[in-house]
């Protein structure tokens, strides 16, 4: 088996969403690495080159730069930057992919780190505190991405328990509500405050993400049907579809059942579920 085998190897062991992204993060932060020592004996500063990687708050410079726009997502400044995200990644989100497909979870954490990175361009170019510093701050970071996880899983499956540090048990909605209050709280004093932003935005991604898949809220999207006029629209009528659709909606399992699992989950573990409550999680996740 090659390297390049291996790697591949490793990356789709288990088809887990989790390991994926802390692989390429890590992947990404080597590079990093040999870039500095690239500079150090080349005569150049490393941001010179991985600047054009991390998105601007100039607007200018973003639309020359809209790789970055996905780039900085990946990116890190440095080892603890990538430890604490990685970590917090890593625990956190092993939890919701316990109940979610990986396919959601990458979509969380994606869209989750655009909305951060998108937050913070808007914010720097229409608010005037930043008037003086938006034609060169930068954004990078999987703080958005990772913000976007821990809120969804909170939301999700609120009662799951944890165990920090194994010194006691506390449910994921409060560790959500703690870290996103803790945010808000050193707003005002903080010099981070584009990584803040970061945070926030992929703070309300989660939220919507998981409140539309509850069927709470419904949000727009755009297609290119959804721009045709209806009068111009054909309308097929498939009723076996929908009697599909109805029988599939009629028996979808509530909050409160899953609630009541995810409990029994945190007393007595996994195992100890019944088949008829393993089809009710199988189909919450769905």
């Not at 887990?16 to 690495?33: D, H, P, Y």
């Not at 990685?86 to 992919?97: A, T």
């Not at 959500?176 to 709280?185: E, I, M, N, P």
């Not at 703070?203 to 069927?215: H, R, S, V």
């Amino acid at each position: 088996m090659t390297v390049w085998e291996k790697i591949k190897y490793e990356y789709n062991k288990g088809g887990s969403a989790i390991r994926q992204i802390i692989l390429i993060n890590l992947g990404v932060f080597v590079f990093t690495i040999f870039v500095g020592i690239i500079a150090k004996l080349s005569g150049f500063q490393p941001n010179e080159l991985l600047e054009y990687f991390y998105i601007p708050s100039n607007l200018g410079v973003l639309l020359i730069r809209p790789w970055s726009i996905i780039t900085n997502i990946f990116f890190h400044s440095g080892f603890w930057h990538i430890l604490g995200n990685m970590l917090m990644l890593y625990f956190i989100g092993r939890v919701l992919e316990d109940f979610m497909d990986s396919a959601k979870v990458w979509k969380i954490f994606l869209y989750g780190g655009l909305a951060g990175a998108a937050l913070f361009v808007i914010s720097y170019n229409v608010f005037p505190i930043f008037a003086e510093v938006k034609s060169y701050k930068k954004l990078l970071g999987a703080s958005g991405g990772v913000t976007a996880i821990l809120v969804a899983t909170g939301l999700y499956v609120p009662r799951y328990q944890i165990r920090p540090f194994g010194l006691f048990n506390v449910e994921m909605r409060w560790v959500a509500l703690f870290l996103v209050f803790r945010d808000l709280y050193l707003f005002p004093v903080s010099d981070n405050t584009g990584g803040l932003f970061a945070h926030i935005g992929g703070a309300i991604f989660g939220m919507l993400f998981i409140l539309q898949l509850q069927g709470k809220i419904e949000l727009p999207t755009i297609n290119g049907k959804s721009i045709i006029p209806s009068r111009m629209k054909k309308i097929d009528v498939d009723e076996s579809t929908l009697a599909q659709e109805r029988a599939y909606k009629k028996y979808q399992p509530n909050q409160d059942q899953i609630d009541a699992i995810l409990d029994k989950i945190s007393q007595s573990g996994y195992d100890s579920l019944s088949t008829t409550e393993k089809d009710i999680l199988f189909k919450a996740s769905e």
